[in-house]
T-cell receptor, first 117, second 115 residues
């Protein structure tokens, strides 16, 4: 069974600073995908970034980058140049091999990020 | 223009009633999902359908019955609603084929309140 752990219930960051949101995962499956989603106060779930377990390079999408350390089983999200609009709940999630797994996402408990002036 | 849509957005009902939530996606995806987000914001998979076939059925009371009339639609019917069913229900869709792991796109959610 897979498990995602997010140990930071809440984080504060100053506008324009970078922030790292922690995520560790646990699985014995060698093949998996890691995702980050953002949930603003309006409630929708927004896909941010993806990293495959066999990807050689860390994923980047605009101001988002994923610091993937396979040996440590961590997949931290780095947001550069924080903006007020980045204030939201952030979820780390994992999916295992599609075979028999159906691509279901297992989520962590989330980190509430607040960006301050 | 909407990618994944759900109706209704809010649902307030009495205990014991039966209700349905509808979901539609226009992304051409072949797989759709239902997730439940509880009051502590924890998200958990409930069901998944691939090309109208049920492929994931987590430990969910059988009062919950999903139905997929076609690849673009996935509905959730709940019988005999209980207080503990109050939550936000998200529909999502993705491609199962192609790239190894495909991102799931979520609908806006349906906030169900059982009184």
């Amino acid at each position: 069974a897979q498990k995602i752990t997010q140990t930071q219930p809440g984080m504060f960051v100053q506008e324009k600073e970078a922030v790292t949101l922690d995520c560790t995962y646990d699985t014995s499956d060698p093949s998996y995908g890691l995702f980050w989603y953002k949930q603003p106060s309006s409630g929708e779930m927004i896909f941010l970034i993806y990293q495959g377990s066999y990807d050689q390079q860390n994923a980047t999408e605009g101001r988002y980058s994923l610091n993937f350390q396979k040996a440590r089983k961590s997949a931290n999200l780095v947001i550069s140049a924080s903006q007020l609009g980045d204030s939201a709940m952030y979820f780390c999630a994992m999916t295992l091999s599609r075979t028999g797994g159906g691509n279901k996402l297992t989520f962590g408990t989330g980190t509430q990020l607040k960006v301050e002036l | 223009d909407t990618a994944v849509s759900q109706t209704p957005k809010y649902l307030v009902t009495q205990m014991g009633n039966d209700k349905s939530i509808k979901c539609e996606q226009n992304l051409g995806h072949d797989t759709m999902y239902w997730y439940k987000q509880d009051s502590k914001k924890f998200l958990k998979i409930m069901f998944s359908y691939n090309n109208k076939e049920l492929i994931i059925n987590e430990t969910v009371p059988n009062r919950f019955s999903p139905k997929s009339p076609d690849k673009a639609h996935l509905n959730l019917h709940i019988n005999s609603l209980e207080l503990g069913d109050s939550a936000v229900y998200f529909c999502a869709s993705s491609l199962l084929a192609g790239r190894s792991y495909n991102e799931q796109f979520f609908g806006p959610g349906t906030r169900l309140t059982v009184l």
